[in-house]
């Protein structure tokens, strides 16, 4: 453990940030987020839009500060490996390719496989709907998915929208792991932008939408159509039978979601006035979906 405060900092400010992100939650409480059954879910992964990285021996680092060595110890700490390992993969090994300094990969390889591959930039965020629109740096989540080759065979209608096989269901793993890099980097906290609905399912977990009116849509999603399970719901976004209270067509439109890791700032984002504009929207829309 003191060598991975070594690496990560001071792992009491990731405590810290997670209380305030449970009292955050708390004030969810009058605005009803709705159960949505998420066993279907917890095995997919697919999201995408989807400092001198390489030193003169040809090593790679990410940010210019993580070596593989290093970004193997964060795995480690964060249970990555651990679960992998768990599902019968031996004999894998962890990858980083400095491409740009916006575009830094870490891929986990097993024999012609990719299991786990997560792409990275660091990026300053304007946070544009508060006043004085500030900027802080965010690491931004540009790619991440996981795969499962050894999973039983899955028929296609069985698959999420972007999926070809199913994931590893090691996503608080993730978000720990990213999380920690954030930290070590300086960085407020993390940002993506899910492709489907059922990877802002995945996200919402530890991420909110910065925009209250997609939060709110988001919310009104599951709280009308939760009786259809995620993969229902991503599939009849995808194929236009998703209706408004007016009778329009709906269709998934990917926005920010940001987990902050610095709890004053978190207080400022996640304001009072952020979750009343919530319940604003949230009064004004409701979906049916079309058979």
């Not at 955050?24 to 997919?44: G, V, W």
């Not at 709907?129 to 899955?154: F, Q």
């Amino acid at each position: 453990m003191q060598a991975a405060m070594s690496l990560f900092g001071r792992l009491d400010d990731l405590a810290q940030s997670l209380r305030k992100a449970k009292a955050a939650r708390d004030s969810d409480k009058k605005i009803e987020l709705p159960d949505l059954d998420e066993q279907e879910i917890l095995e997919d992964l697919h999201v995408q839009p989807l400092m001198q990285g390489v030193l003169p021996s040809g090593e790679v680092r990410i940010f210019g500060k993580y070596s593989e060595s290093e970004i193997n110890e964060l795995m480690d700490w964060s249970g990555i490996f651990h679960e992998i390992a768990r599902k019968d993969y031996k004999d894998y090994h962890v990858e980083l390719q400095y491409l740009s300094e916006l575009d830094q990969r870490i891929l986990i390889r097993w024999q012609s496989e990719i299991l786990f591959h997560l792409r990275l930039k660091l990026s300053h965020f304007r946070f544009r709907l508060n006043p004085g629109a500030p900027s802080k740096k965010l690491l931004y989540i540009d790619w991440l998915m996981t795969r499962h080759p050894l999973a039983s065979k899955v028929r296609a209608e069985r698959l999420f929208p972007g999926q070809d096989m199913p994931g590893l269901g090691i996503f608080n793993e993730i978000a720990d792991f990213v999380f920690n890099l954030a930290l070590g980097v300086g960085a407020k906290g993390a940002f993506n932008i899910p492709e489907y609905f059922h990877d802002a399912v995945l996200f919402h977990r530890q991420f909110r939408f910065y925009d209250p009116a997609r939060e709110a849509f988001f919310r009104a999603l599951i709280r009308d159509l939760r009786r259809h399970g995620a993969r229902r719901i991503s599939n009849a976004l995808a194929e236009g039978r998703i209706r408004d209270q007016d009778g329009q067509e709906v269709h998934w439109v990917p926005g920010e979601m940001i987990h902050l890791i610095d709890p004053e700032f978190g207080d400022t984002i996640w304001s009072q006035d952020y979750f009343t504009r919530i319940v604003r929207h949230l009064k004004r829309i409701r979906f049916e979906m079309i058979e």
